[in-house]
């Protein structure tokens, strides 16, 4: 027997609920307080790092915030097992988030959509191949800086199971992977959510977890189908604007700037260092 | 005759006296001549009436010896073979830090082999001169801060690799828990690493180590100290290379991937921009 079928669709759907809001606020401000007194140890010799530990005056209260930060990170990812092994038990198990064979068909189409090949966005799911790619760097790099972290945290119980030398390896990849975390957030992530023009100056699912109904069929459309069968009336009156900077021009051009000169800096800092 | 002989003299005694003062001056540039100067032991006012000068500033600054840890030394008790050409003055020091320092000259000291002629260092070289500080004066060249400046300035190859490690950062930021070179290498009885006494040879190291870190764990000394990924060709830089490679590769495909994504999103929203416009009557155009 169907469920019975809801009223009229609602303006906004919920996206995240509390839990999820809060998981993501605890991960967000870790990560922030991680990166901010994180690079001044990896950049030591710069005047940025300097002005960084006065803030926190002196180098070993920084460091106690970074160790604060890395708790509160790995607490994070427990909070978020603990939800997912709640909402499985009560509401049985959800893949949404699984990678599947429609992700890679995914991204091949939006490749295409991106050069202008094709016409249209490929059809998403409550989660796009990107969100899932990035659910999935999260998980790689919370369990790489979190065992690093914590090798390097405890120098004296790491060199129990593995040399100096393992030791140092790890240390190069905490200190490496720093900056593929930043920049898979600063570069990827804050585009989706922040300076994409559909969402500029923020996305507020983070803080109130409510996706308006019009981002929600444009961005996961098999997701919007899917919940239109839960609604008698799915048409609704008042259907909320797009945010305004959605189409603006200048705001299209002037990210375009910054997102090609970041693009040609970054080259031009890491391509010489990848075959140096 | 007798006005003519006095006359003479005169001449005579101004003639000496230009002389022997311009020869005393041409002395004093080149190098003090043995006894020009006769030493109170208990005044250094008449040293600093000469050697406070101008063109001696650099040598002896009043301020610096007033603000050294010796400030209530005097001259003499240092230099005790005043202006004579013939002593190394740099080795006959020692010897005079000695007279008082006895204890740190206890030990074995590789620094020392300065002594017999070889490579090495001597109290000056570290502990400055004039200028000489107690350890504990964060403006002194062996403070905890200071000391690995100290020791990179013969030991320049270390540079880079010291700061590189996390130690050499830590100090670099100003923690003084951190190690710098005196924490792992000592100080007055440093020892190379291929001798068996040395605090740095292979078989000390995990004590050295616990130091800091606790227990003694022999794989403290399993890898190569004072190394860094970009040391290619060196002996155990080879892992760390192969992995800050691997994460060059992961940044580079990061930026790639997120960079050209984003900009040909906003060359699509460019393009698509006025098919919108068609559609949708709710213009929120800026």
């Known amino acids: ?276 | 005759m007798k006005k003519k002989r006095l006359g003479f003299k005169v001449l005579l005694f101004i003639i000496l006296a230009v002389l022997s003062y311009s020869l005393s001056q041409v002395a004093v540039k080149r190098s003090p001549s043995p006894s020009s100067v006769a030493v109170e032991p208990q005044s250094s006012t008449l040293c600093m009436s000469c050697h406070a000068k101008e063109q001696y500033a650099q040598e002896v600054s009043p301020l610096s010896l007033r603000q050294s840890t010796h400030q209530s030394l005097m001259c003499s008790d240092c230099h005790l073979a005043v202006h004579q050409k013939t002593v190394n003055l740099k080795l006959d020091m020692n010897n005079q830090c000695m007279s008082c320092h006895a204890a740190q000259f206890q030990d074995k000291n590789i620094h020392l082999d300065a002594l017999k002629g070889g490579a090495g260092a001597l109290c000056t070289d570290c502990h400055g001169a004039h200028d000489i500080k107690g350890v504990n004066d964060p403006t002194s060249t062996v403070y905890k801060l200071n000391v690995h400046d100290t020791c990179l300035k013969c030991h320049s190859g270390m540079s880079e690799a010291y700061h590189y490690g996390f130690h050499g950062t830590a100090v670099d930021l100003g923690s003084m828990k951190a190690a710098t070179c005196t924490d792992c290498h000592g100080t007055h009885g440093i020892l190379p690493p291929t001798d068996p006494k040395s605090t740095v040879a292979a078989a000390n190291v995990p004590t050295t180590c616990a130091k800091c870190h606790t227990t003694p764990q022999l794989n403290f000394a399993q890898g190569t100290e004072h190394i860094t990924p970009y040391d290619k060709g060196k002996d155990g830089a080879f892992p760390l290379w192969i992995i800050w490679k691997f994460f060059m590769g992961l940044i580079l495909f990061d930026i790639l991937k997120d960079c050209s994504i984003a900009i040909f999103e906003l060359i699509q929203k460019f393009r698509h921009r006025k098919e919108k416009n068609k559609d949708n009557r709710n213009t929120w155009d800026i």
């Open chain 1, 1 to 276: 027997m169907l469920p019975e079928k809801k009223q009229v669709f609602p303006d906004t759907i919920e996206r995240f609920n509390k839990s999820q809001r809060i998981q993501h606020i605890i991960l967000l401000v870790s990560i922030l307080m991680l990166t901010l007194t994180g690079f001044p140890i990896k950049y030591a010799q710069s005047d940025g790092a300097k002005f960084i530990v006065s803030l926190f005056g002196n180098f070993d209260n920084m460091f106690r915030v970074h160790l604060t930060a890395a708790v509160m990170m790995i607490f994070s990812a427990v909070l978020h097992i603990i939800w997912l092994v709640k909402m499985f038990k009560n509401s049985g198990p959800k893949w949404s988030m699984v990678p599947t064979f429609k992700d890679v068909r995914d991204g091949y189409q939006h490749g295409l959509y991106l050069l202008g090949i094709r016409k249209e966005r490929p059809q998403y799911g409550r989660y796009t191949y990107l969100e899932k790619f990035e659910y999935l760097a999260v998980i790689y790099g919370i369990l790489l800086m979190g065992f690093s972290g914590f090798l390097l945290w405890f120098p004296n119980i790491s060199a129990i199971f593995m040399p100096r030398w393992v030791i140092e390896m790890f240390r190069i990849a905490h200190s490496n992977e720093a900056v593929v975390c930043f920049l898979a957030v600063v570069l990827g992530h804050f585009f989706w959510v922040h300076f994409n023009p559909d969402v500029f100056p923020s996305s507020l699912v983070w803080i109130n977890g409510k996706i308006p109904k019009h981002h929600l069929k444009e961005e996961h459309p098999l997701e919007y189908e899917q919940l239109t069968e839960l609604y008698e009336d799915v048409d609704h009156r008042h259907e909320e604007a797009p945010s305004p900077f959605a189409r603006s021009l200048p705001l299209i051009v002037i990210e375009l700037c910054i997102y090609v000169s970041l693009f040609v800096f970054l080259l031009s800092v890491f391509v010489p260092k990848l075959f140096a």
